[in-house]
């Protein structure tokens, strides 16, 4: 029996809309098209980046406040996580899935930083998405210009 491949899709792919870089995980198209090729340790590279990406950006936003009520509740909504996934990371997640059904982070295990403390969650998602978005294509370019 073959081994699983982990991916970081989340069925959500914006690269068959035309993007560079998909709004759902963060590879760019051509990282997606070349996943399968890549050896277990690539991969295990690649998604470590991407969760470093999301931690980093979600902690601009965020701040996590309690892990177990985030893990909590990433498994009520049955929101699909990897071992080892940092929270912010898995938070990105919840906030996609979430955003307008959530209305106090504080049940999530989550809060936002001081500077986005008066947005919805729904806006609050908006520019987190963004700014991901924007750091996912600075990582694109960089990646190729170093091939």
């Known amino acids: 029996m073959g081994a699983t491949i982990t991916s970081p899709c989340v069925g959500l792919c914006s690269t068959t809309l035309g ?5 759902g995980c963060q590879r760019g198209d051509d ?3 070349d ?5 277990a340790a690539e991969r295990a590279e690649r998604m470590a980046e991407l969760d470093a990406l999301r931690e980093t950006v979600a902690g601009h936003y965020l701040r996590l406040v309690d892990a177990e009520r985030l893990a909590a509740q990433l498994e ?6 990897r071992p080892g996934q940092p929270p912010l990371s898995r938070a990105v997640e919840l906030l996609r899935v ?16 001081e500077a986005f403390g008066d947005l919805e969650v729904g806006e609050l998602h908006a520019r987190l998405s963004a700014a991901l978005a924007d750091a996912a294509e600075r990582r694109r370019t960089c990646d190729a210009t170093l091939s």
């Open 19 to 23: 993007d560079r870089v998909c709004r």
């Open 31 to 33: 990282e997606i098209r």
């Open 35 to 39: 996943w399968f090729a890549l050896t």
């Open 98 to 113: 979430g955003r307008e059904r959530m209305r106090d982070l504080s049940r999530y295990g989550l809060a936002p930083r």
């Open 76 to 81: 009520r909504h049955r929101i699909r996580v």
